[in-house]
Every structure is written in structure tokens, then in C-alpha cells.
């Protein structure tokens, strides 16, 4: 079956645009979570939906914000963009949002703030 | 505050011998704990799932054991080779409703290199 798809791959933005992320979970997993990687903070979480809900925030800024829509595809949006910003941001998915689930994870959008 | 620790950012090992990794962590009570693999530039991906009444885990060269009451696990590859090579990721993965949430928490990862 597909795997969890990001897009766009990589992007470059400047300071002060906004920017929005697509995830499309594996077919039947409800739960999509996002998460932020930099090399000097590790992976860091975002939010997580489940059923169209934002169920979890992560210590992040209003500037970040996401959705899921009924189909279970996500976006996350951030806005007033800022060069500290420029990371790997990872969508992941599970079937359920309780324990005991693996994530598969996408390949994850290379975003460069310059 | 919780604290998630990979013992060493990279490990370097010689083909055929086991690699172990450690994941400690405190104030932090995991329903499970959870091991993936990333490649550079690649997301992570899922390997092994341990429970918390769970000991061992075992997966063809893989082996994972949870010590709740140290509050630590360990990550073994075996007759590791250099296709091994990779960052290794703990996750904890929370008692749905303890926290009131129930994200995944990752460690910073442990690069490890086969050498052949």
C-alpha cells in the first residue's frame, strides 16, 4: 500500500511569507502527527489530529497551526516565517492514536527560510 | 522535567560485532517504547515496539529490552553490518490520558557507523 506522501519536497521561502505543508496519511490511519527536525533540537512535536481534530499542540508558536480534513489528509501552515524556521518538518501517521502503534513517516518537507 | 537521552551521538563499530544503544530516560512513565531507523535526508522508519511488562523484544538481528525500573532500554544489532549504518531513534510512547496527551517523544539519536 502507499506510504505516508508529503509535498512539496523541498521548498525555499523568505522571512515574513507564510507557507502550508500537505500530508496524505496511509489509507485507513486516522491519526496524523507532525513533527519538526533540526540538527540541533532533534525531532520535535507539533500536533497531532485525529478525526479532523487537533487533539495535541505541541511548545510551539500561534505562528504554526494545522488541520486535518475528513479524509484524513493534514496540513500545517506556518506563518510570518522566520530563518530559525528552515528545518525538516515530518508528517507521521497511525492507524489509532492510542499506544502500541508504530508511525510510518513520510520523507518530509525540506523547508529553507532565507 | 522529562528527559529522553541517547547514550552518545554516534557509535562506531567493526562488521560482524553487535552494536548497543542506549535510551534513558526520566520523569516519564511509557505505556511503550519504540526504536526507528533514519537515513539522511529520509524520515524515520518504524522497527521494533517493546510493552511496558515487556522484557525483550526480538526481530531477526534486532533486540530490544526495557528496563522500567532503571528507566532505560537497549538496542542491539547483531553481526551488525555496514547497510546498519544509520541514526537510531528511541521513542516513548505515552499512557493514553495520563498526561492528557499522548505525543511521541523522541530521543536526538545515535548515529551509528559499520565499518567494513
Known amino acids: 500500500k502507499a506510504g505516508v506522501t508529503q509535498t512539496p519536497r523541498y521548498l525555499i521561502k523568505t522571512r515574513g511569507q507564510q507557507v502550508t505543508l500537505s500530508c496524505s496519511p496511509i489509507?485507513?490511519?486516522?491519526?496524523v502527527s507532525w513533527y519538526q527536525q533540526t540538527p540541533g533540537q532533534g525531532l520535535q512535536f507539533l500536533f497531532e489530529?485525529?478525526?479532523?481534530?487537533?487533539?495535541n499542540k505541541g511548545n510551539f508558536p500561534g505562528r504554526f497551526s494545522g488541520r486535518q480534513f475528513s479524509n484524513s489528509r493534514s496540513e500545517m501552515n506556518v506563518s510570518t516565517l522566520e530563518l530559525g524556521d528552515s528545518a525538516l518538518y515530518l508528517c507521521?501517521?497511525?492507524?489509532?492514536?492510542?499506544?502500541?502503534?508504530?508511525?510510518?513517516f513520510g520523507s518530509g518537507t525540506r523547508l529553507t527560510v532565507v | 522535567s522529562q528527559k529522553i537521552e541517547q547514550n552518545s551521538e554516534a557509535l562506531n563499530i567493526q562488521e560482524g560485532k553487535t552494536a548497543t544503544l542506549t535510551c534513558n530516560y526520566t520523569?516519564?512513565?511509557?505505556?511503550?517504547l519504540q526504536w526507528y531507523r533514519q537515513d539522511p535526508g529520509r524520515g524515520p522508519v518504524f522497527l521494533l515496539l517493546?510493552?511496558?511488562?515487556?522484557k525483550e523484544k526480538r526481530k531477526e538481528r534486532l533486540k530490544v529490552t526495557f528496563d522500567t525500573t532503571l528507566k532505560q532500554s537497549l538496542f542491539h544489532i547483531t553481526a551488525s553490518q555496514p547497510a546498519d549504518s544509520a541514526t537510531y531513534l528511541c521513542?516513548?510512547?505515552?499512557?493514553?490520558?495520563?498526561?492528557?496527551?499522548?505525543?511521541?517523544?523522541f530521543g536526538a539519536g545515535t548515529r551509528l557507523t559499520v565499518k567494513p
Open positions: 489509507s485507513g490511519h486516522r491519526s
Open positions: 507521521a501517521s497511525r492507524a489509532e492514536r492510542q499506544g502500541g502503534y508504530g508511525y510510518t
Open positions: 521513542a516513548l510512547d505515552p499512557r493514553v490520558g495520563l498526561y492528557n496527551n499522548n505525543d511521541m517523544r
Open positions: 517493546i510493552r511496558e511488562n515487556e
Open positions: 520523569n516519564y512513565s511509557p505505556a511503550y
Open positions: 489530529y485525529f478525526s479532523e481534530t487537533q487533539r
